[in-house]
């Protein structure tokens, strides 16, 4: 038996009065020189992301590579098991927008599949893209928290798992022979050729580039902050 699986075209887009993350007030021209140089890191760290992921839509897939490293600097580093992230480093308080819930849909009789929180979009060019569907009504999340909501249920994979086992063992910082069960299931579970271990790479660099968009501006207020 065939079960095809329709592709959603869209992800529900944020409103532009709904900002993609809550920080509390800062004043960015009396950063210390440690938060200029961490606020200078992570703009280079979303350079690389946003450069990679342009060499993606030209075909370069294997760039979804360098994105999770990248995305584990930002999102996912520790040092002695405490968080280690650029962002956390930066706003301890920074708070990101929550992404749909991973639920079972009854496809009829004993069928049913697990809803991914990200939508696909297969180019008619044979490239596929991927955003996070944001949950619908708005919430924000802490980081530590924001990096644990569930992306796969058999087995139960996290946002942080997807990170870190892709720039661990899936060549983004390291490549281990032998790879988690994890990373190996991820490599199938979508409707497409394009593993989710890729797709959900490809869906946090569009978000990085969303929070980018809307936090630099205010880093770049202090004069020795410039992209």
Request: proline residues 5%; negative net charge.
């Amino acid at each position: 038996m065939n079960i095809e699986i329709p592709i959603k075209m869209g992800a529900h887009e944020r409103p532009n009065d709904v900002l993609p993350f809550q920080i509390e007030e800062f004043d960015s021209t009396k950063f210390s020189d440690a938060q200029v140089k961490q606020v200078l890191g992570a703009i280079d760290c979303i350079k690389i992301i946003h450069s990679c992921l342009k060499q993606y839509f030209d075909g370069q897939v294997h760039m979804y590579k360098p994105i999770s490293a990248q995305l584990r600097i930002l999102f996912c580093d520790t040092k002695k098991r405490k968080d280690n992230s650029l962002m956390n480093r930066i706003h301890p308080n920074i708070r990101l927008l929550a992404f749909k819930e991973i639920k079972f849909e009854d496809l009829g009789g004993p069928i049913s599949v697990a809803s991914a929180p990200y939508v696909i979009t297969a180019r008619a060019d044979g490239v596929v893209d991927a955003k996070l569907d944001i949950a619908v009504p708005y919430s924000y999340l802490p980081l530590s928290e924001w990096r644990k909501q569930i992306v796969e249920l058999h087995p139960e994979v996290t946002l942080n798992d997807i990170i870190r086992s892709v720039a661990d063992q899936d060549g983004g910082a390291h490549l281990d022979d032998n790879e988690c069960e994890k990373l190996t299931i991820l490599r199938g579970h979508n409707p497409t050729q394009i593993g989710s271990n890729i797709l959900f790479i490809i869906s946090l660099a569009h978000c990085v580039i969303d929070l980018a968009n809307n936090l630099v501006p205010l880093w770049m207020k202090n004069n020795k902050v410039s992209v």
